[in-house]
């Protein structure tokens, strides 16, 4: 979990939190099974077992510091295979953790990208839009191998600012990603669509009568929830209906699973919801 210029973690399930490492504004980490990882202040620096906030250990400096944020890192568990990818739509790879090389450049000198998700180091997607054609994108990579593709999401270009802001895979082949038609996201969003795929990013199909959801999480390619106001929702046909599942008090941010527990952030803490 990251905020406040800091990435905190826990170890007792929730219930109490440290700080693991420095963050910027938007809060760009990845940390491995092994307690250790990357987090980008300003800068990419390695984070030690146990987690650090010192910014001692800069192992990546972004050559372009023009309109451009990292919006996304992974690192495999030996700290060794990674991929940064900024959001003037520029992704570096590194197979050493020490030296990167630029994989992929279609910048337009804009922030473009948005949001990312990683199931290891050969299937990567991250999702935003294009400034020119002014529609929503994703920049997918799917085995070994692959090279970097860029995929438009189609019949939005009419839409005031459309990007994507969430994206989930459940496996190689099977994704969802959440779409805003202007530059806000959740509630103040003026709509978002739901968009599924069973080609790796290749085409994408939209889900219609989804609830406006800030967030989405998916056990499987069928089963998932997703998060809109105090509301959590359940699918268990990809996304085709969905269920109330919970209410809450106040409204909910972000949610994720492990384990048949469905965790979102609340304002004051963390709700734990769990699953047969």
């Known amino acids: 979990m990251g905020g406040g210029g800091h990435t905190y973690r826990t170890l007792n399930g929730g219930i109490t939190w440290e700080a693991w490492a420095s963050v910027g504004i938007f809060g760009a980490f990845y940390a491995t099974i092994n307690d250790e990882g990357w987090a980008d202040f300003a800068r990419i620096n390695k984070i030690p077992v146990g987690g650090s906030t010192l910014i001692n250990n800069t192992i990546f400096i972004n050559p372009d510091t023009e309109n451009t944020i990292n919006c996304g890192l992974y690192v495999s568990e030996d ?30 000198n804009n922030n473009e990208l948005r949001s990312f998700f990683a199931l290891d180091e050969n299937h990567i997607w991250v999702g935003g839009r294009n400034n020119l054609g002014n529609n929503p994108v994703v920049l997918h990579k799917n085995g070994e191998n692959s090279i970097w593709k860029e995929t438009i999401i189609p019949g939005n270009s009419t839409e005031s600012y459309p990007f994507v802001f969430d994206i989930e895979f459940s496996d190689a082949s099977n994704g969802f990603l959440l779409l ?96 047969e």
Request: proline share 1%; glycine share 8%.
């Open 79 to 108: 700290m060794k295979t990674g991929i940064a990818a900024f959001s003037d739509k520029v992704i570096y790879e590194t197979k050493d953790g020490i030296n990167f090389s630029e994989v992929y450049n279609n910048s337009s």
């Open 180 to 275: 805003s038609t202007n530059t806000a996201t959740g509630d103040n969003a003026e709509t978002v669509k739901l968009y599924s795929t069973i080609d790796a990013s290749s085409t994408w199909t939209q889900k219609h009568n989804a609830p406006k959801f800030y967030d989405i999480v998916f056990k499987n390619q069928n089963e998932g929830w997703g998060v809109s106001e105090n509301k959590i929702y359940k699918t268990t046909d990809a996304g085709t209906t969905w269920q109330l599942s919970y209410t809450h008090t106040e409204n909910l941010g972000s949610i994720t699973y492990r384990d048949n527990v469905v965790i979102s952030l609340t304002k004051g803490g963390l709700l734990k919801y769990f699953y």
